[in-house]
């Protein structure tokens, strides 16, 4: 019983993670497995400090950590629309479906981004008086996994022609994401 809580937790607070790396997926950028550990491993550094600080911090704190990670998140998908929007140039098109990784500033930027999603959870658990470890190791398991899986059926969707359509879907669905979060 003490394990199946973080466990869901741990699926929680990376259901973003999923929508995020389709949407990488479906622009044709391709998270390798270092960045993909590192963005993991960013989350479960996180879980565990919010997890371990919970005891030290004052509640009033979860409200600014879901704020701040509410406009981050807006931020992030209207820096995708924009960046979708930008006519490519005829190279770009004619090597629309290769990979292209992002590179370490994007990916330590994006490892931080979800990383702030998981702290009020992380920080809850916390205060339920949850282990740090399970917390931090589920959350930087299912980042890793959910991160993994969505970018490779993002990038199968690429191929297909109604697909394209789909990234400014996308980085509109991260902006309302971030605008609920900011409401409730």
């Not at 629309?96 to 009020?120: K, R, S």
């Not at 992380?122 to 205060?127: D, I, K, P, Q, T």
Request: glycine share 8%; charged share 10%; net charge neutral.
């Amino acid at each position: 019983m003490s394990i199946m809580f973080p466990l869901l937790i741990g699926i929680a607070v990376n259901l973003d993670n999923f929508v995020i790396g389709m949407n990488m997926g479906i622009r044709g950028q391709k998270l390798t497995i270092f960045s993909n550990f590192l963005i993991g491993l960013t989350t479960g550094v996180c879980a565990f400090g919010s997890t371990y600080a919970a005891r030290l911090i004052t509640g009033n704190f979860l409200v600014y950590t879901n704020f701040i990670g509410a406009v981050i998140m807006i931020f992030f998908g209207y820096f995708c629309l924009i960046k979708d929007s930008i006519p490519k140039n005829t190279q770009d098109q004619e090597n629309e479906t290769d990979f292209c990784a992002p590179c370490m500033q994007e990916t330590v930027f994006l490892g931080f981004v979800l990383a702030i999603n998981c702290i009020p959870p992380s920080f809850s658990a916390g205060v339920m008086n949850m282990s740090p470890l399970y917390i931090a190791f589920f959350a930087a398991l299912f980042s890793c996994i959910s991160m993994h899986v969505s970018n490779r059926l993002g990038y199968r969707l690429l191929h297909f022609r109604f697909i394209k359509m789909l990234s400014p879907a996308s980085s509109i669905l991260l902006i309302a994401i971030g605008i609920i979060e900011l409401i409730v």
